[in-house]
């Protein structure tokens, strides 16, 4: 694969996420800088404050989608499950944010924080 | 000689003397006066070139009039003028003249002005015309009537027109009649067969030089009852209706070979009232019943005339305001606070700018 399709099939990838996907690596990464753990159990919380999900199996399945895009890195830490951005997936939000796609909404566990 | 001034005056005038001198503001409506004899321009020019009217406005009146004074104050000397109160044109000039002839020390009796004013119908006509009324009243014929310098001063009221629905052609016809009928008195006099006083154009004149409201009119005269029931009944309806006289004068016409003694008790209805007439009783072959013109020369004051108008103008106004709350919506306010709103964009831009440099910091970029 030439560095010309790898762009190419990077695009593809950011086109095909969602706000919620791009509310996971902004939230992971946001975590991530104040030294704190966020994991799918506070994703799923934060999706239903906002009205986006009732169902943690969403939660759960738009994180796998990103973990399988290897976009973020889903690790069982202490029983939970932590997520952390990937070089991936910075960039990937890198290129959203410069886009304007989505409009960054609060996660309330990282305000009460 | 008669001066018309403004609309309403220069048609009266007009139709009454086919020499009348008119005075407006604006040429197109000198140009559609029917009749009447020299025209005067009085110009005012606006920054956007001459007025083509006063618009309403008796300031532009009172202003154009500087333009006329110097040749318009030797013109009324002694003559008649027509003007209505409620436009400005005719207001405005009055206005100038009225406040020229007060500041002046004194006026011969021969020079003394007549004057016919023309009063809106307060209840039907426009709210302009109803407040310009009352300043005029108020203001410059209150201080020339306490000055004495001006002569009669008749207020013609246009009610009859907008009650009996009249053209103002008719209207103006009838104004106009009725103003004949009080000025043939003299002529009257002279012609007829003199049977008792006597009321010559000295006296008439006279008359006529004297500074207060003048109330005229006529009727056919029952000698079986009593004058005061009489008069009662028959007030000009052009004119406001009169309070007590001060003065009077009353010209009696009796069929040839009628009783001419039935003027004394005229004559005794006006000495009860502290008021000596003058008079004078002639033969008219041409009647079959007596008829009398009468002149009451009173002097209610501007102030009860005002307070008239006011009353008018203060409904007039209630009713806007009425209308205006009737009209009222309350509009839903929209808080928009720009600073607020300043805030929240570069709080989304700086969120967005600074995921940036999270990545940067926790070194994915």
Not at chain 1, 24 to 41: F, G, H, I
Not at chain 1, 98 to 107: H, I, K, L, P, T
Not at chain 2, 151 to 177: C, R, W
């Amino acid at each position: 694969m030439t560095g010309t399709e790898a762009l190419a099939l990077f695009e593809r990838q950011v086109d095909f996420l969602s706000e919620s996907h791009y509310l996971l690596l902004l939230w992971s990464a946001t975590a991530e800088d104040r030294s704190l753990k966020y994991n799918l159990t506070n994703f799923f919380d934060d999706l239903k404050h906002l009205g986006i999900t009732r169902t943690k199996q969403t939660a759960v399945a738009l994180a796998e989608v990103l973990s399988g895009l290897r976009f973020i890195e889903m690790r069982d830490e202490s029983n939970r499950k932590n997520l952390y951005i990937s070089r991936y997936g910075a960039l990937a939000l890198a290129r959203l944010v410069e886009s304007r796609r989505f409009e960054s909404r609060q996660s309330s566990y990282l305000e009460e924080r | 000689m008669t001066i018309g001034i403004g609309g309403a005056g220069c048609k009266i005038a007009a139709r009454l003397d086919s020499e009348a001198v008119l005075v407006n503001v604006s040429e197109t409506e000198l140009g559609k006066v029917d009749g009447g004899g020299r025209r005067l321009l009085a110009s005012l020019h606006a920054g956007r070139g001459q007025f083509k009217g006063s618009r309403k406005d008796p300031a532009i009146g009172l202003d154009a009039y500087l333009s006329v004074k110097r040749e318009l104050l030797p013109l009324i000397r002694g003559n008649y003028v027509f003007s209505s109160t409620g436009g400005g044109t005719g207001n405005g000039i009055c206005t100038g003249i009225l406040r020229d002839l007060s500041e002046e020390e004194h006026i011969a009796t021969e020079d003394k002005t007549f004057f016919a004013l023309l009063l809106p119908y307060a209840r039907l006509e426009s709210s302009e015309f109803v407040s310009n009324t009352s300043d005029f009243l108020a203001g410059p014929l209150a201080e020339a009537i306490d000055s004495g310098n001006t002569g009669n001063i008749v207020l013609f009221s246009n009610s009859v027109k907008f009650e009996q629905k009249l053209s103002e052609e008719d209207f103006n016809a009838m104004l106009v009649d009725s103003l004949r009928q009080f000025f043939a008195v003299p002529d009257k006099n002279d012609r007829l067969r003199l049977l008792d006083g006597h009321i010559d154009h000295e006296d008439f004149a006279l008359f006529l030089s004297k500074p207060y409201f003048n109330h005229f009119t006529c009727f056919d005269y029952d000698a079986q009852q009593s004058f005061e029931k009489q008069l009662a009944k028959h007030p000009n309806p052009l004119l406001l209706p009169p309070e007590n006289p001060i003065e009077a004068l009353f010209l009696l016409e009796v069929p040839s070979g009628a009783d001419p003694t039935i003027f004394y008790d005229i004559v005794e209805h006006f000495t009860a009232r502290n008021v000596s007439p003058i008079y004078s009783v002639v033969e008219n072959p041409d009647i079959e019943r007596p008829f009398i013109s009468v002149a009451l020369l009173y002097s209610r004051k501007p102030a009860e005339l005002v307070n008239d108008f006011n009353k008018i103008a203060e409904k007039h106004a209630q009713a806007k305001v009425q209308k205006s709350l009737d009209q009222y919506v309350t509009l839903e306010k929209l808080n928009v606070n720009l600073a607020d709103e300043a805030k929240a964009a570069l709080k989304q831009r700086g969120d967005e700018e600074g995921i940036l440099d999270i990545l940067k910091r926790i070194g994915r970029l």
